[in-house]
């Protein structure tokens, strides 16, 4: 324990790590039951057609086959609902968790084997015969809306966003800056892909389903509608798990299909994704085409940004609805105090896999969009980026800023913040000066080599709600329960730091519990950099509660009034006495078991519950800077140095903030450079395997500097903290696009992600031609 005793605000060990470094870890492959059976999902080869036949006969003849299913089969159970940003009209578009009548991306679930064995499952699988009646592909959101289906067109939704007299302003403005910009398509691929295991006890009438589920309160919720089942009766497990991003624990067909495959077949279920699989059906993200423009005063300073993008949302809208477009149009100014803003979102449907939510979905595309477009003011104006960033930036004192827009059911206010300061901080921490010159210097000696920075305002910390169930055994070890889910994050060490000070106890004495349905009723999961603010802070009453009530059961036992005691070291002792008797938690704990005299009229056991609710998100904020070097002969891009400045209110364990802006970084340069999920005219996927999927590996990963700065806690939770999960991403592609521009010293030469040798090439071809 720390000389103060108290444990938030230091880079503790996790307490997650032990069984994983072992190899004891339990991830959704390690979990099989007895008697379970195999599952292999049949899915369509082509990209758009109706389906004329489906011949399962040699398939179900084979030995260990146990049923094959198709779309006539499931015809009861509706297709999977919406889980955030539901707007009117989109209810038809909506993915079946198996092909109807018309097959709409190569991948989409067709038909599904049950066997005693996954290999005689994936045997079975490949006889299924599928017959398909092509139909034309539509393989670009930048089409003509096409017709979906009877009165329902290809554009689903049209996302708006703004305020103010955007034409007034740039009636008035001294110059406009236009670009058109690209951002390509591509999305979280962790380590361990999708799995779903389920197994239906008749006995106590309970259907369980083990595996990712950064929503399992929610899951739950959806498939006892979906299965016309009471939501007591499906309990959801959470193991261990190689990595979430946003893309792992949602709701999918396959999850369904488990489910219902356990409750018919009488049997346990078992489904892992591989991952081709993964690849062409778990959610894609990202690609957005940008038309924008910015009319400025003769200062540089923003009068007004409006525009228009066009979003690729694949064949169906998923449970995420229209969550991505209407962040990425509602979070495009960042930082900066805009006049008048206009945006819209057109969400269109294409031949592809469908589009979810990945690590600052909305943000990575909206950040390089507007840090393009302060960068081409700064080149048309004759100005320093930096110069033009700090005459456009929200002064602290502005704060709380309201920006008179909403999204994810809240309005969008910046609850404090100090951007300037933080800019001023980071240059200097960056030596931005004496990089610049040494840049120079490289450049003159014939080394291609370029800066660049952005700036950006990420959100975390989405309500409505959190709660915590917190108790004391009486050997004195601590228990929480949270709705919350760990993706790998830290959470369980996080929220054992919060109670460890609340309750002045070591924090490796607290046990944290998640993802169990049954263990509690109430969460909302995993996602939107949540966990740290809402659950922390739920956390740190139900310990405040503990606390209380274990000092005022020790006064009865300590025969001394609950001021006159403090709790130190998991002991109630007098503050006034250094001799004095004490009593420990567990004894505690054990004087309030029902018998007991010191009961009163209070409950049984040293428990408590700890409720957070909260109407708005608070806004963390940041600052990336890249070098890179241009190797011209062969187009290639080596970041040779990356650094971010972050400020998250207060930091609860550092060292685990620094693990995930490093992850974000590295993600971030995966979709600057490497990833794209592409296509041939015909909607055939080309990246089903990681030789054609190009991902980062550790040789393309810099050292990365991390600044973490406290500069302004948020208002809105008494920790003071903000979410730290997805601002390593967040400003990625905007760095780096700006260090590839000063390299060429063209201004504005990137105008889209990724920038691969290809694209690069190009680049140099059109540079050499200026």
């Avoid at 999902?41 to 109706?50: I, L, P």
């Avoid at 198709?70 to 159970?77: F, Q």
């Avoid at 259907?207 to 959806?222: C, M, Q, S, T, Y």
């Avoid at 064949?315 to 962040?327: I, M």
């Amino acid at each position: 324990m720390a000389g103060d005793g108290r444990f938030v605000g230091r880079s503790v060990p996790r307490l997650e790590d032990a069984p994983l470094v072992v190899g004891q870890g339990r991830f959704a492959a390690d979990i099989s039951f007895a008697h379970q059976a195999y599952m292999r999902v049949v899915r369509s080869a082509h990209a758009h057609g109706r389906i004329a036949a489906i011949n399962c006969a040699d398939a179900r003849a084979s030995a260990g086959v146990i049923a094959i299913w198709t779309a006539i089969d499931v015809a009861d159970i509706p297709p999977i609902d919406f889980r955030l940003t539901r707007i009117e009209g989109l209810e038809p578009y909506r993915q079946p968790i198996l092909a109807r009548d018309r097959v709409r991306y190569v991948g989409e679930p067709v038909a599904v084997v049950f066997a005693t064995d996954a290999y005689i499952a994936e045997d079975a699988a490949d006889l299924v015969a599928v017959e398909i009646d092509d139909l034309p592909e539509v393989m670009t959101a930048d089409a003509a809306p096409v017709e979906f289906s009877a009165s329902h067109s290809t554009e689903p939704a049209v996302v708006r966003k703004g305020y103010g007299d955007v034409a007034a302003a740039f009636a008035a403005a001294q110059s406009t800056v236009t670009l058109e910009l690209k951002i390509g398509r591509h999305s979280g691929v962790p380590l361990e892909t999708r799995g779903a295991i389920a197994r239906y006890d008749p006995g106590r009438d309970v259907l369980e389903l083990f595996g990712a589920a950064k929503v399992p309160h929610w899951n739950r919720d959806a498939l006892a509608r979906m299965l016309d089942r009471p939501a007591s009766s499906v309990h959801l497990h959470e193991g261990h798990t190689g990595g979430g991003f946003g893309v792992r624990g949602e709701l999918y067909p396959e999850d369904v299909l488990a489910c219902l495959g356990a409750l018919r077949l009488h049997r346990p279920v078992k489904w892992i994704e591989d991952r081709r699989e993964h690849l062409i059906a778990t959610n894609h993200s990202r690609e957005q085409h940008y038309r924008v423009r910015a009319a400025v005063d003769g200062d540089g300073q923003l009068l007004a940004v409006d525009g228009e993008f066009l979003h690729d949302q694949g064949a169906y809208v998923r449970t995420h609805a229209v969550t991505v477009p209407d962040l990425a149009a509602t979070m495009l100014l960042g930082p900066y105090r805009v006049g008048a803003y206009g945006m819209a979102g057109r969400v269109r449907l294409t031949n592809k896999t469908p589009c979810g939510t990945y690590r600052a979905p909305g943000r990575f595309e909206s950040t390089f969009v507007r840090e393009r477009l302060m960068d081409a003011i700064a080149a048309q104006l004759g100005l320093d980026p930096t110069e033009v960033r700090r005459r456009n930036l929200i002064p602290a004192a502005a704060m709380p800023y309201a920006h008179h827009l909403d999204t994810l059911g809240t309005e969008m206010t910046y609850d404090s913040g100090d951007y300037a300061g933080l800019l001023d901080k980071a240059l200097a921490a960056a030596e931005w000066r004496a990089l610049r010159d040494d840049l120079k210097r490289r450049r003159t000696a014939g080394e291609t080599v370029g800066a660049g920075f952005a700036m950006f305002v990420e959100k975390s910390g989405l309500g409505p709600f959190d709660c915590v169930h917190a108790a004391v055994d009486t050997a004195g070890t601590v228990e929480i329960v949270t709705g919350a889910t760990s993706v790998g994050q830290g959470m369980e060490t996080v929220l054992a730091q919060i109670c460890a000070d609340e309750l002045g106890v070591d924090y490796r004495q607290v046990r944290v519990v998640h993802g169990q349905t049954d263990r509690i009723a109430y969460g909302m999961g995993t996602f939107a950099s949540r966990v740290t603010v809402m659950a922390g802070e739920a956390t740190r009453r139900a310990a405040a509660k503990l606390r209380a009530k274990a000092l005022a059961t020790a006064a009865h036992l300590l025969q001394s009034p609950p001021e006159a005691l403090e709790l130190v070291g998991g002991k109630i002792v007098r503050k006034d006495t250094a001799q004095s008797p004490s009593v420990s938690l567990g004894e505690i704990a054990s004087a309030l078991k029902p018998e007991s005299k010191f009961l009163g009229n209070g409950t049984p056991g040293l428990v408590a519950q700890g409720w957070f609710e909260s109407a708005h998100m608070n806004y963390p904020y940041g600052i990336h800077f890249a070098v890179v070097r241009i190797d011209p002969d062969i187009g290639a891009v080596a970041v040779e140095r990356y650094f971010v400045a972050y400020d998250i209110g207060k930091a609860v364990n550092p060292m685990l903030v620094e693990g995930q802006i490093a992850g974000g970084v590295a993600q971030g340069i995966g979709g600057a450079l490497f990833e794209e999920f592409r296509y041939d005219t015909r909607g055939e996927p080309i990246c089903v395997n990681f030789a054609h999927y190009t991902m980062p590996t550790a040789r393309e990963i810099p050292s990365i500097d991390v600044l973490i700065s406290e500069d302004a806690p948020s208002p809105l939770n008494s920790l003071g903290v903000k979410g730290a999960g997805e601002g390593g991403a967040n400003a990625v592609g905007a760095a780096i696009a700006a260090a590839i521009d000063d390299a060429l010293e063209w201004p504005g030469a990137v105008t889209e992600l990724p920038v691969t040798p290809q694209r690069l090439r190009e680049m140099l071809r059109a540079a050499k031609a200026r």
